[in-house]
């Protein structure tokens, strides 16, 4: 008889924000450390379908996966963790739900009956949580509930977890994440907010197995004991989680409080062998013993709410870490570049990257920062709208184009080097609609991009409307700028590069969703490198 598939619920308690994504994703490490396969999904109690149509001060960034699903960031955290890919199905909201049930009430499925939230709402969540169980590749899935519980929003997916405790029994299990706050007047950690937050699920019908309880100060044994008593739980499954000098110390903080112990007991799994992590180990250390530093501008006019750039942000850290090179990012918000004081915004610059993005705000800024990483030969990584921009700039500043801009800003322009692709013209439905998830891309041999990957044929993630308009490409690739990336299906193109420059590369997808630390993008590797090469 084939073992049943393990559920692991995560729910969060006291405030939002105390990184349930990574604690998950710190569980999901070392249960895969030893030698169990895992996967994690997140449930998002809001109503939009995805987060595609959320702008990033909202939600921070979107995150795309392989087959094309626009999801929360929590997903990178996955991914950059497990170094595995996931899918639509990892992440679903309540939009998504709802949608679901609400078709099928539109075709007769449910003729005769009331739908409702129970049975019909809730049912639709346990058809969705265990969709990737069934698939028999896992031993284990967590899933992640987005919000806090007692929101209003969370309700269904609480009940939802009741139900499947009590269907499930020994195969599943309940990890609740709390904050012990610090009172500095008396130097003390509260336990109140925990103890009440555990009785807000109990009141749901769910007891929970392990607490996990974010912390600035250790938890001493006292406290321990006070929360397992109150709470009902066993002392080892009271499990400390102190603030870390970067996410990813938290897989090792969890094995040294032996948290993926507790969890295996619990559910009556074998330990396998001791979690040894030894390349995880490896770029920690690299990471936090860096030999030399380079400063990169990115520019992007989300700045002031660094999630919007959460993949670029982990992907410079991996590759800080292979390049054993500090990578400090200096945010810069496009809206304040001017021809003025480009040169003073950008000064002590060793690298610069311009960011993907949407709509009209701060573009001239991002163009004004390309023409000067470019005349004054500093690398330049542009992603997406960021090689968008790289390319108008050369058309403008270079083939002297005029009135040359992307039709997303212009659609009147006389020269319009970025237009909408063909299959986009129709379209005017916003969720979903765009080119997304991956697609392969032929490297020019000879070209710098063929020399940092190494291969002739890549395959990365896209979210965009907008391309390289083709009827340019002669012009420019006699001007110096030229298509080294080309998708061999559809003739788009996918990366430009300027071959007389020391680094220009500019990609029409996003190597940052593809970034992890066991394999750290060899763009944001090379782009890195030739910041520190550069500088010396
Ligand atoms: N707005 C641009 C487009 O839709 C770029 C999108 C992006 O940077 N992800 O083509």
Redesign the pocket.
Known sequence: MSVPCKYIFVTGGVTSSLGKGIISASLAKLLQARGYSVTIQKFDPYINVDPGTLNPYEHGECFVTDDGAETDLDLGHYERFLNESTSQANNVTTGRIYQSVINKERRGDYLGKTVQVIPHITNEIKRRIKLLGQTGKYDVVITEIGGTVGDIESLPYIETVRQLRWELEKDSLVIHLTLLPLLKTTGELKTKPTQHSVKELLSAGIQPDILVCRSELPITEDIRKKLALFCNIKKDAVIESLDAETIYDVPLLMQDEKLDQVVLDRLGMGLHEEPELKKWKEFLSRLKKPKSHVKIGLVGKYVELKDSYKSIVESFIHAGAVNETKVEIDWIHSENIFPENVADVLSGLDGLLV?????ERGIEGKIEAIKHVRENHIPFLG??????CAVVEYGRNVLGLEDCH?A?FHGNASNKV?DL?EDQKNVSAKGGT??LGAYNCAIASGSLANNIYGRDLIRER??????FNDSYKEEYEKAGMIASGINPDSDLTEIVEIPDHPWFVGV?F?PEYKSTVTNPHPLFVAFVKAAVTLKQ
């Not at 960011?355 to 709509?359: D, E, H, Q, S």
């Not at 992603?383 to 968008?388: R, S, Y």
């Not at 896209?462 to 391309?467: L, T």
Request: glycine share 12%; net charge positive; aromatic share 8%.
């Open positions: 960011a993907p993005g949407f709509g992603i997406c709208l960021g090689m968008q992307s997303e970025i692709m765009m080119r896209h979210r965009h409307r907008f391309e029409q996003h």
